[in-house]
């Protein structure tokens, strides 16, 4: 008889749930530009349900962000990790033009089940040439894995992606990363469909620490 708890504890324990991400408020605050982008996805088309194991945390809490552009035009790395993903001044840190990326280092490697991101949602825009890469060189010169690439043509010198263009919504976009083993995750854009900069909000890795 007490064989039969303990397989029913196993089972549960390991039990796959629908991720719960919490998003923030809807506030549109500017006027949106008029674009056309090729590969776009429609509008409200809902995010993926990603199946993650008991234990999955963000594991991006708090920790580390490098950018490429050392000097942002607003705000700082901090902001990228801090927890709050609201669309004003003082919520995002502004990159400048050209290809840019903000990094996470987790600490340690961990199972990696999905990766959130949130450029800017206060004016309904598209981001060019969103690249998601996770590794376990800091350099992303080996063993990377890209989850998400929509560079319909290669401009980012990172290869063509077949993920769809997006506009940016408070749901931010959340990317399967289908249990990858990774301790950075670096997160690419090229300016968007408004003007030149990159924006970066907030940025949540879901994952279970690896024992």
């Known amino acids: ?21 919490q998003f923030p408020r809807p506030k549109v605050t500017r006027t949106p530009v008029p674009f056309t982008l090729p590969n776009l996805e429609p509008a409200n088309t809902p995010q993926p349900v990603i199946m993650v194991p008991d234990g999955t945390v963000n594991l991006a809490a708090g920790k580390k962000v490098t950018l490429s552009d050392p000097y942002p035009v607003i705000g700082d790395a901090t902001l990228v990790t801090d927890g709050d993903k609201e669309s004003e001044e003082g919520y995002y840190v502004e990159l400048g033009e050209g290809l840019q990326w903000a990094q996470v280092d987790l600490g340690a490697p961990a199972k990696l089940y999905a990766v ?33 690439n929509n560079d319909h043509d290669n401009s980012s010198g990172l290869g063509k992606g077949t993920d769809p263009a997006y506009v940016e919504t408070n749901k931010g ?6 249990g990858v083993v ?8 090229n300016g968007n469909t408004s003007d030149g900069l990159n924006h970066y909000i907030e940025v949540e890795v879901y994952g279970v620490p690896k024992s």
């Open 182 to 189: 990774a301790r950075y995750v670096r997160l690419y854009s």
């Open 116 to 148: 959130a991101v949130w450029h800017y949602h206060g004016q309904a825009r598209a981001y060019y040439d969103v690249i998601v890469q996770l590794s376990d060189n800091p350099d992303f010169k080996t063993g990377v894995t890209t989850i998400f």
């Open 173 to 178: 976009r959340i990317i399967p990363a289908n």
């Open 1 to 21: 008889g007490a064989i039969l708890p303990a397989v029913m504890i196993t089972a549960v324990a390991f039990a796959d749930a629908p991720l719960k991400v």
